[in-house]
């Protein structure tokens, strides 16, 4: 199998990051991960890529042009897959337009409802009964890209924030990768 030359974008912790990964050391896996791009250079998971000798790049989003650097760096790497995991900058219509159908998200909520940060307090407070991941394509509006697969839980009545989003987080280790072997099963 000819493995996609992916590129994994991060901004923190990493954990989904480290699980891509650990499943891209499968021969079956279709993906593999050739480069890491964070927008935060305390970002915990860029020692990950260190770890596993992968090619990692430091983006100052704060500057006007910082998505060129990564355009030129997914050319130099011959990216041809990108997920987001754990992203926390909008990727520009450039980019997108770049990746047609190649772009994919991992976001903490069953899409469409809770678009954007802070899911869990948000389900509290709405008192909602089920909670989850969604990994979806990225399209030019935020969180609102085709679903490729949810997984769901029942939301307990002792579960606080921090229980949620253990909770979410193991069903996204599931997720990201059954998504991804879905996606490449049908092409
Ligand atoms: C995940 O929960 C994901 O749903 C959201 O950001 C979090 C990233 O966690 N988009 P990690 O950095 O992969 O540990």
Redesign the pocket.
Known sequence: MVKKNTCVF??????????LIYHSRNNNFPLKISLVISNNKK???IIYAKKFKIPYVLVNSKLKYYENKILLSLKKYKINFIC?????KIVSNTLIKNYPRRII????SLLPRFKGLN?FSRMLKNKEKKAG?TVHYVNEKLDSGNVIIQKKFLIRDNDDETIL?KK??KL?YKAFPEAIIKIFRNI
Not at 13 to 19: C, P, Q, T, V
Not at 105 to 108: L, S
């Open positions: 991060i901004s923190g912790k990493g954990s989904n990051l480290r699980n970002a915990n998971g987001l995991a754990g992203y926390m998200n991992i976001h903490p899911t991941c989003k979410t987080q996204e």
